[in-house]
């Protein structure tokens, strides 16, 4: 008897001092860490410049032009709430480690000379888009449903069998 209550004392003493919250799966959580559904914007830690006057709305430059596609990040679009007035610059060589933004990475000795360049996005009012992430779209920088295209292929090629 006096063990099972030196037992449930360390167990008590122990859950107090990890101050993990959750239940089953997610009883790993910290407290004050974000849960399932309730995750940061995409673009928490992007440093996101805003418009000149000198800047027009919409597409930027010729980029989204370019010739080629870039790797497959993931198969699916990132749902991304745009500010007016801000620049944001898409990833299309798929190599930046902070998609869907680009973050330079092209620019690396160790990417592919792929050729291709940001695509840069001014919204002429706050909207809420999809960044297409397979970066096979014909719609640069925003998704127009490739990404089920790549699935299709996968499975010709015998890659999911």
Known sequence: MAFAGAARQLHTSASA???KTGFGPYTLYRAGI?????EPSPLKYHVI??????????????????PGTGKVQSKLPTRVMLKKD?????????YSGSPPLCDGTHNSF???NLKLK???????????VWF??????????FCDGSHSKIVEKDKLDGIFD
């Open 17 to 19: 001092l990890s101050s």
């Open 34 to 38: 974000h849960f399932v559904g309730t």
């Open 49 to 66: 410049p805003d418009k000149k006057p000198e800047q027009k709305y919409g597409i930027q430059g010729t980029n989204h032009l370019l």
């Open 86 to 94: 801000k620049v944001y610059s898409w990833c299309s060589c798929g």
């Open 110 to 112: 160790r990417v592919p």
């Open 118 to 128: 940001p695509v840069r996005f001014i919204p002429d009012k706050d909207m809420e």
């Open 132 to 141: 297409c992430n397979c970066k096979q779209t014909k719609n640069r920088p």
